[in-house]
Nanobody, 128 residues
Framework: QAHLMQSGGGSAQAGGSLRLSCEYSGTSYGSNCMGWFRQAPGKERWGVAAIHTGDGNTFYADSVKGRFTISKDTAKNTVYLQMNSLKPEDTAMYYC?????????????????????WGDGSQVTVSS
């Protein structure tokens, strides 16, 4: 079992920055895959970034490479998503996800990423 508590997000102007946080509680944080995916109204869920909580290996969707950074703080069981150079098309509900290591890979940053545990979601709105 895992519980994910999200914080952060909000509104920003295009070109601005926001940060999301996700605190994980449960077993085996050190050997999980955690990540972020987003869903805009009327669109499918799409993986944004993922990280192996053990070795720190990261994965990014092409649409956010060079702009978003996923990181972890092992001492706090927390994963972050730093979002820079925001664009209006980044507007969506963002969810933190967690699952075992098999989830980490190119499929974690594609359509309908297979995370079994989700946070409650954080709205990110970017205005032009």
């Amino acid at each position: 079992q895992a519980h994910l508590m999200q914080s952060g997000g909000g509104s920003a102007q295009a070109g601005g920055s926001l940060r999301l946080s996700c605190e994980y509680s449960g077993t085996s944080y050190g050997s999980n895959c955690m990540g972020w995916f987003r869903q805009a109204p009327g669109k499918e869920r799409w993986g944004v970034a993922a990280i192996h909580t053990g070795d720190g290996n990261t994965f990014y969707a092409d649409s956010v490479k060079g702009r978003f950074t996923i990181s972890k703080d092992t001492a706090k069981n927390t994963v972050y998503l730093q979002m820079n150079s925001l664009k209006p098309e980044d507007t969506a509900m963002y969810y933190c996800g967690a699952d075992d290591l098999s989830v980490c890979g190119r499929w974690s940053v594609a359509a309908d990423p297979p995370f079994g545990y989700w946070g409650d979601g954080s709205q990110v709105t970017v205005s032009s």
